[in-house]
């Protein structure tokens, strides 16, 4: 009897199995809402702290010396064209690909922890739990994570390739 109540659950393991191979999305878990996401959009445009944008580019898909990246590097004020070129002309990738290569195989807490501990010196104590989860989850939508009914917390720890895909 035991192995009979399982069937259903094997089923539906299969089912998703065939609907992967199929080439559909298969169903990712939520972590956050689409509210944060957007607040967090918002954030990263802001000034308030140095807009993220400027620095990781307008698609936050950072700077790798490229000329064709937006704002132009020569745009930004003179402090953060010093910290840019200081560290090679480089600025990591805060969504997409080349951002699930480097956290993808972390958690949402590790991402909170750095953008806890990053924003700390520049912001007198860091950027607020919830501005922090809310760019958290831009970032993770912008890099395919989908949006459900939970919102991300500072519970919330999972493993940021379960929600994105990639590697
Ligand atoms: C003045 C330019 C500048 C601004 C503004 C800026 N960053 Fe960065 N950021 C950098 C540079 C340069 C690095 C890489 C060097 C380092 O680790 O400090 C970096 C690294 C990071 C990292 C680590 C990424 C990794 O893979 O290691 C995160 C996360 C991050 N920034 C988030 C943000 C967020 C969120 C904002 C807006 C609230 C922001 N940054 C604003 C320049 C900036």
Redesign the pocket.
């Known amino acids: 009897m035991r192995s009979l109540r399982l069937l259903p659950i094997l089923a539906l393991v299969i089912a998703g199995g065939v609907s992967t191979l199929a080439g559909q999305s298969p169903d990712r878990p939520a972590a956050f809402t689409a509210d944060q996401a957007a607040a967090g959009r918002v954030?990263?445009q802001k000034n308030s702290?140095?807009?993220?944008t400027?620095?990781?580019t307008t698609t936050l898909t950072g700077r790798h010396g490229d000329a064709a990246e937006l704002p132009p590097l020569g745009s930004?004020s003179e402090?953060?064209q010093k910290?840019?070129v200081g560290?090679g002309g480089?600025?990591?990738?805060?969504v997409g690909p080349q951002?699930i290569a480097?956290?993808g195989r972390r958690t949402t807490k590790d991402?909170n922890r750095?953008?806890q501990e990053?924003?700390a010196p520049a912001t007198g104590g860091g950027?607020a739990a919830e501005t922090r989860l809310d760019?958290i989850a831009d970032?993770l939508q912008s890099s395919g994570a989908v949006p459900g009914t939970q919102p991300l917390t500072l519970a919330t720890d999972v493993e940021i390739r379960t929600l994105t895909g990639g590697q």
């Open positions: 954030e990263v702290f140095g807009a993220c400027n620095c990781h930004l402090s953060d910290l840019i560290n480089n600025v990591p990738a805060l951002f480097r956290w991402l750095e953008f990053r924003f950027l760019l970032c």
